[in-house]
């Protein structure tokens, strides 16, 4: 039987032991941490591959200018890199209706293959999944009208008024002018999924080594035959590299990946119960996702680019609250824990995955962004493919399709 690794044990690296496993090929994951905590912990667990346009759009670049003017920009850049530049130019570089609409295409067919897995998964064990669908909350007149006329027709997309919002959404105030429903999208709760899916996968043979760091591999005729920590070696079949937002080991094959780590937080916090979102809400105009689960309500924010400095501030969190205080009632977050994690982003929100150029068992599966829980089934399904029926990238119309290899930037 096909041995192969699985560097990372975040969403990515665990959907591809989760696919691989179910192709009976023996699989070990292998984490520099104890997988406890990271971003596919503390996200906000939307799975919204439908209707929902990458970062990267026409107007994105004067939107943000605009709300950093009002002091309420959720992106922020620290710091200037030679690498940092480059992402930039090419995320405006991609701005383009005829990216966009080409994006979306893909998330459509991507994100079917993404919700029948989770669907086959929540037959298995619990992670608070819900297929009920979001809300995008406006406060701004102008361009909620803009946006209604796209629902007109539109089999996936309802308007709403103030009053229908408010009966999903207790906990608004009367500055919120209305919302689009995306019917389609669901959510889950990402810790739950995670631990839960370790503690499956463990049952069915998966092996887990943790506090283990991978520093790099050694090769023989064009192949990588083990790789190794700093104190063991590892040999198998096929390296998976999920690194997330630490693409120092891919850099050190030889594949600097075209992804910065773009900072978030999240407040988990448990509320009243009569304020409690019924749904999934997203306040678009202040980029704030606000996730009802079945114990409490989470908060996300925020877009730092250009630090990698793990940890946060109280500032942070409060900035968030103070972004969306004015558009709700008053109501006590009880028992808050605060957390912020890194998302893996390309300038384009098009996934890194495939075969590595020079070394062919090396296989990378990275750059999921803000959409790592979204995305990682269906990545760990063709990835899995590619290892399953040993084909090479030109041989995988899906990584010809949606893998940045081909479709960069
Ligand atoms: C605030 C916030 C909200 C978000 N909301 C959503 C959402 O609603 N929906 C959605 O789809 N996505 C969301 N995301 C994005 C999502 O969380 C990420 O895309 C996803 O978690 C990335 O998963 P990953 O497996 O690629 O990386 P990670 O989860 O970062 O996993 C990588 C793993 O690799 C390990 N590792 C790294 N280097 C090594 C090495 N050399 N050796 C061994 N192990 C190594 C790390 O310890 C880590 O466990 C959000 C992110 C943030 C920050």
């Known amino acids: 039987m096909a041995k192969t690794i699985i560097i990372g044990g975040g969403i990515v690296g665990l959907m591809n032991a989760y ?47 605009k709300l950093m003017l009002k002091g309420e920009s959720p992106l922020i850049i620290n710091g200037v890199s030679k690498k940092l530049l480059t992402w930039l130019w090419l995320f405006a570089k991609n701005a383009t209706e005829q990216r966009v609409e080409k994006t979306l295409i893909l998330f459509e067919k991507y994100g079917h293959i993404t919700m029948e897995c989770y669907e086959e998964l929540a037959n298995e064990f619990d992670f608070d999944f819900h297929h009920d669908g979001v809300v995008m909350i406006y406060t701004d007149l102008e361009d909620f009208e803009k946006d209604i006329k796209e629902c007109e027709n539109h089999p996936h997309k309802e308007a709403w008024d103030f009053e229908k919002t408010k009966k999903v959404a207790p906990c608004i105030n009367d500055k919120v002018v209305g919302s689009i429903y995306l019917d389609r999208n669901a959510r889950l709760n990402p810790k739950l999924l995670m631990e839960n899916l370790v503690t499956f996968l463990k049952s069915k043979g998966v092996e887990f080594i943790y506090n283990t760091r991978i520093l790099n591999f050694e090769y023989k005729n064009g192949k990588a035959v083990k790789a190794f920590s700093k104190d063991r070696d590892f040999e198998a079949d096929n390296f998976i590299i999920s690194t997330g937002s630490d693409t120092s080991l891919s850099k050190k094959c030889g594949n600097d990946l075209m992804l910065i780590p773009a900072k978030g937080y999240s407040i988990t916090f448990k509320m009243d119960d009569s304020l409690k979102p019924k749904i999934a809400l997203l306040f678009k105009d202040q980029f704030i996702g606000f996730i009802p689960r079945n114990d409490s ?3 996300t924010s925020k877009l730092e680019i250009g630090s990698y400095k793990e940890g946060y501030d109280a ?12 558009f709700v009632v008053d109501f006590k977050m009880n028992e808050p824990s605060y957390w912020s994690g890194f998302r893996p982003l390309t300038p384009n929100d098009i996934p890194l995955f495939g075969r590595d150029k020079r070394y062919s068992n090396i296989i990378h599966a990275n750059g999921l962004g803000w959409l790592g829980i979204t995305f990682a089934p269906a990545v760990a399904d063709i990835v899995s493919d590619l290892i399953d029926k040993n084909l090479k990238n030109e041989q995988s119309d899906d990584v010809l399709l949606f893998s940045g290899f081909y479709q960069g930037c």
Do not use: W, Y
């Not at 503390?42 to 990267?56: D, Q, T």
């Not at 942070?316 to 972004?323: A, E, H, R, Y």
């Open 19 to 65: 696919k691989l496993m179910k192709k009976n090929h023996q699989v070990t994951v292998i984490d520099k941490s104890n997988i406890t905590d990271g971003a596919s912990f503390g996200n906000a667990g939307l799975v919204s591959p439908f209707e929902e346009p990458p970062l990267s759009r026409p107007g994105i670049i004067s939107q943000t200018l």
């Open 297 to 299: 309500v989470r908060l």
């Open 315 to 326: 500032k942070s969190f409060q900035s968030i609250i103070d972004t969306l205080k004015p």
